[in-house]
C-alpha cells in the first residue's frame, strides 16, 4: 500500500515562499515518480511539479516555472516543494502524487496523499 503524507502549508502574504513536504516509503521513493498536484473548489486538480523515480530530472508547469522548485531526497524518503514568490493565484489544496508515467510536461498520478492546504493573500 502506497502512502503519502503531506506537510507544509499554511498562510502566506503574497510575494512569500512556503515549503512542501511529502514523506513517503523507501519503496514507494524507488518505485514511482513523486509529484505534486493543486486543486481550487470548483475546478480540476491541475499538475504542479514532478520528479524523476532517478531524481535526476524535474518537471514545472509553466505557471510555477522560475518561481517553485521540486526535489527528492531518496536518503530520508522526502520530497519537497519550494515555492518561492507565491501569488494569490497558488491557493489551492496541494497533493503529493506517486506515478509511474512521466512525461516531458505531466506526471499521471497513481496514489495520492490527503492534501495541504496553502493560502496566499495578497
Known amino acids: 500500500q502506497v502512502q503519502l503524507v503531506e506537510s507544509g502549508g499554511g498562510l502566506v502574504q503574497a510575494g512569500g515562499s512556503l515549503r512542501l513536504s511529502c514523506t513517503a516509503s523507501?519503496?514507494?521513493?524507488?518505485?514511482?515518480?513523486m509529484g505534486w498536484f493543486r486543486q481550487v473548489p470548483g475546478k480540476e486538480r491541475e499538475f504542479v511539479a514532478a520528479?524523476?523515480?532517478?531524481?535526476?530530472?524535474?518537471v514545472l508547469a509553466d505557471s510555477v516555472k522560475g518561481r517553485f522548485t521540486i526535489s527528492a531526497d531518496k536518503a530520508k524518503n522526502i520530497m519537497t516543494l519550494q515555492m518561492n514568490s507565491l501569488e494569490p493565484e497558488d491557493t489551492a489544496v496541494y497533493y503529493c502524487?506517486?506515478?509511474?508515467?512521466?512525461?516531458?510536461?505531466?506526471?499521471?498520478?497513481?496514489?495520492w496523499g490527503q492534501g495541504t492546504q496553502v493560502t496566499v493573500s495578497s
Open positions: 523507501a519503496w514507494t521513493f524507488a518505485t514511482f515518480h
Open positions: 502524487a506517486a506515478g509511474a508515467l512521466l512525461t516531458a510536461f505531466y506526471m499521471e498520478p497513481k496514489f
Open positions: 520528479v524523476s523515480v532517478a531524481g535526476d530530472s524535474t
